[in-house]
C-alpha cells in the first residue's frame, strides 16, 4: 500500500470516537475506566482499603503519597499557604482556596429545595438532612434525634452542665447569654454590620473590621 494510502488509513481511523481517548484500563468493581496503569492501581486502592503510606510521626495511613507528604507538613508546622485577605495559612492550597470563598461571598452550592447557598458541598448535603426529616443521631441522656451528629453532641452539654444558654436552632451552647444571641444572629440572616466603602454587610462588628483592610490596600 502506498504512503498516501496509509496515511488516509490513519486519518480515518484516529478520528474514530473510540480513538479519541484511549482508555485500556477498566476497573471491574465499578467500571471506571483509565488512560495510565498508575491511576487505575491508585483507585482500586480505594474499593479494597488499600492505604499503604503510612505517617512516620502519627501512623495515620493514605492511599496516596502526597497525600501523607502533605498531611506530614501538619507536623512540621509548615503552612506554605497564606490567605491574602486575613493572611491565615495553610498547609494546602486547596484549603486556602476553599477558605479563600468565606472572603469572596461565593456560595456556589444551593440546595434544591431551599435554594440557600452554601460555602461548600457537604455543608449542602448535611443541610439537606433537614428537609428529609432524617435525624439518625439520639442523645443517650433524653433520645433527642438529631440530623447530625455535632448538633447531638453539642446538645449533650446541656446534660452535663457546660453551656448553661443553648441555640434553639442549633443547640449550640454558650456560657453567656450575650454570645447565644449574638451567635443567633447568623441563623436569623440578620447582618447589621456594614462597610461604609462599599456596604457590603457582615454578623459581627469584628468581621467588618477585617474586611475593611481589603480597602485600605
Not at 487505575?40 to 503519597?65: L, N, S
Not at 435554594?115 to 439518625?136: D, I
Amino acid at each position: 500500500m502506498r504512503n498516501k494510502d496509509l496515511n488516509h488509513q490513519y486519518n480515518i481511523e484516529a478520528h474514530q470516537p473510540e480513538n479519541i481517548v484511549q482508555l485500556p484500563y477498566t476497573c471491574n468493581v465499578c467500571n471506571k475506566r483509565f488512560g495510565r496503569v498508575s491511576d487505575f492501581t491508585r483507585h482500586q486502592f480505594k474499593h479494597h482499603g488499600w492505604r499503604p503510606y503510612a505517617c512516620d510521626v502519627c501512623e495515620k495511613t493514605f492511599t496516596v503519597k502526597s497525600h501523607m507528604k502533605s498531611h506530614q507538613l501538619i507536623h512540621s508546622g509548615q503552612c506554605p499557604y497564606a490567605c491574602d485577605v486575613c493572611e491565615k495559612t495553610f498547609t494546602e492550597r486547596w484549603q486556602m482556596k476553599r477558605h479563600q470563598l468565606m472572603h469572596s461571598g461565593q456560595r456556589p452550592y444551593a440546595c434544591d429545595v431551599c435554594e440557600k447557598t452554601f460555602n461548600e458541598r457537604w455543608q449542602m448535603k448535611r443541610h439537606q438532612l433537614m428537609h428529609s426529616g432524617q435525624r439518625p443521631y439520639a442523645c443517650d441522656v433524653c433520645a433527642k434525634t438529631f440530623s447530625q451528629k455535632s448538633i447531638m453532641k453539642r446538645h449533650q452539654l446541656i446534660h452535663s452542665g457546660q453551656g448553661q444558654y443553648a441555640c434553639n436552632v442549633c443547640e449550640k451552647t454558650f456560657n453567656d447569654r450575650w454570645q447565644m444571641k449574638r451567635h443567633q444572629l447568623m441563623h436569623s440572616g440578620q447582618r447589621p454590620y456594614a462597610c461604609d466603602v462599599c456596604e457590603k454587610t457582615f454578623n459581627e462588628r469584628w468581621q467588618t473590621k477585617r474586611h475593611k483592610l481589603i480597602h485600605s490596600g
